[in-house]
């Protein structure tokens, strides 16, 4: 497929990217590693007249175990070895997005970013042209849940759950100064305003707070084939235990919802055992996902699997085996 014509323009540093943003009003997007949105743009999807490439901004660069630059690849923090240490279950869970010719090129700030996914949405414009469009493309209504106020594409990135349970923040960057955002506040109930990120602003990096380094953490996915696919859905979770016994315990999944749905267990589970409570964070956990018919697997499967997942993924941990995906 032929992308659609764009001026690209590739600013050295955030100030003059800021300032492009400035002049291009709505007509532009950025473009980190380009691997989900030139996919979109090839589907002749929303297209802008501007590209401003985030590359060349040393500020989104740099990899450490507290800040990661939002422009990072990621087999570059994946691969980091300081990273590996801290994070084990976050390196695992980057090794199970995509591909590594994915990984290579696709960023950490533009994964969190990912455009939330749908069968009527993710097709060609000859596929749009013959089974019809929708909001979320040329049209006015939602083909899944037909009235025109919401759309429920799916959010289907690995990484947000994972960073949400290590209690990570993202710092972005506007002509009106900085600001940190919480991601367990950062995402919205709607597939096209998906976020709380303004259309003039940027993430600059991730940040992890020092103390989550001590968590176990991990991430199980779901997908059709696991060389290759976005989830159907993933869950992760963290938890710091005294023996058995609960100190801090976070849940959230993906790809079963708008949002990721996050959950901190600590209050409601503090000093009671792991082990007697797996099932009853994990059916919390299935309780709340909410899929639409809008991706492979059978919405019924899905939300099934969030319990399944969650109580392997639980009990896993709270033994000390950190793999990630089935
Ligand atoms: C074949 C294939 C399989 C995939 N499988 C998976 C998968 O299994 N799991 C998964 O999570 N993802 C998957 N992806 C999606 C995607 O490749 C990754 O999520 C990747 O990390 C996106 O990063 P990018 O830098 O390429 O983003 P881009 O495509 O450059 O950007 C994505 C979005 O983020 C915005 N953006 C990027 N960086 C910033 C920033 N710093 N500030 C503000 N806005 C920004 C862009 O404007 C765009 O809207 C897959 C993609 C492909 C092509
Ligand atoms: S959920 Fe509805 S509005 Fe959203 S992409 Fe799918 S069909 Fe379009």
Redesign the pocket.
Known sequence: MILAPFELHRPETVDEALRLAAEFGPDF???????????NYKNRLNLKGHLIA?DRLSD?QGVKPGRIG??AT?AEVSSNPDMRERFPGLCDAIEH???PL?RN???I???L???TRCHYFNQTIFWRGTKGSCMKAESDECLVVPQKETCYAAY????APVLMVLGASIAVASPRGNRTIPLTKFYRGDGIEKNA?EKDE??VAVEIPEESAGLRHGYRKLRVRDT????EMGVAAAMRLKGDRIETLRCATTAVDVVPQYVDFTDSHAGESLHDVADVVATEMQSRADPRKNTSMPVGYRKKMVRVFCHRLLVDLAEGRMVASE
């Open positions: 997007d950025w473009i980190a590693g380009g691997t989900d949105l030139l996919q985030l989104l939002a422009g990621l997005v995509a591909s994915v090129a696709g960023t700030g533009g994964n970013l990912v455009e289907s990135g690995d990484l990120l940027l993430i290759l696919d976005y989830p």
